[in-house]
């Protein structure tokens, strides 16, 4: 079956440090993959997608992903983080319409 | 521009009874999308309307759930009869192109409790 995993239900960071939220992904043919993140009573914002090229995608607020084919993987990025992108991060494959259980990331001050 | 809206933002119902959710899309948006996300699990795809018409809803999970959207403009996702496991977030997202790669931008989800 086509899925996507974000490993970690939780991530802890402190706020200045590096971030790095997990994506793996299983799904036949090129995947189109989206990350997107939930702040508390919000919907999902959009944050960056990789469709084809450059495999280094740079999106909103600071963060960037890496599309590795070899990995299967789509990690989110950020190189130094702050409180307010404490949220809860999804990551998806959307020509699949599938996404994973979300990822909580906690940066503490 | 406005963004993807849904109504109610809360909605605590018996299980038997009807609810209805409502999804206003972004204006132009073609594409309309319903998701479900229950017990803090994935997000998953329930249908895909293009336009007036369902392209796919392959995730509907059975006959209880009713998808409209009349006109090509806000939809509807409605519940009859309700059971305990139909709580969960409902979320909608709009899109303006056709193809997958596209954009989906989603609204805030309703909280759908069923007791």
């Known amino acids: 079956a086509q899925s996507v995993a974000q490993p970690e239900d939780q991530v802890n960071v402190a706020e200045g440090n590096p971030l790095t939220v997990k994506c793996t992904y299983s799904v036949s043919g090129n995947p189109y993959l989206f990350w997107y993140v939930q702040y508390p009573n919000r919907g999902l914002q959009f944050l960056l997608k990789?469709?084809?090229?450059?495999?280094l995608v740079k999106g909103s607020y600071g963060f960037e992903a890496e599309f590795n084919k070899s990995q299967t993987s789509f990690h989110l990025k950020k190189p130094s983080a702050l409180v307010s992108d404490s949220a809860l991060y999804f990551c998806?494959?959307?020509?699949?319409?599938?996404f994973g259980a979300g990822t909580r990331l906690a940066v503490h001050p | 521009e406005a963004g993807v809206t849904q109504f109610p933002s809360h909605s605590v119902i018996e299980k038997g009874q009807t609810v209805t959710l409502r999804c206003d899309p972004i204006?132009?948006?073609?594409?309309l999308y319903w998701y479900r996300r229950v017990m803090g699990k994935e997000i998953k795809f329930l249908l895909h309307f293009v336009k007036e018409s369902k392209q796919d809803e392959s995730g509907m999970p059975n006959n209880r759930f009713l998808a409209e959207r009349t006109g090509g403009t806000y939809s509807t996702l409605k519940v009859q009869p309700a059971e305990l496991e139909d709580s969960g977030v409902y979320f909608c997202?709009?899109?303006?192109?056709?193809?997958?790669?596209?954009?989906?931008?989603f609204g805030p989800g309703t909280r759908l409790t069923v007791l």
């Open positions: 204006s132009g948006h073609d594409n």
């Open positions: 990789y469709i084809t090229g450059d495999n």
């Open positions: 997202a709009s899109s303006q192109f056709s193809g997958r790669r596209d954009t989906q931008y």
């Open positions: 998806a494959a959307l020509n699949k319409l599938i």
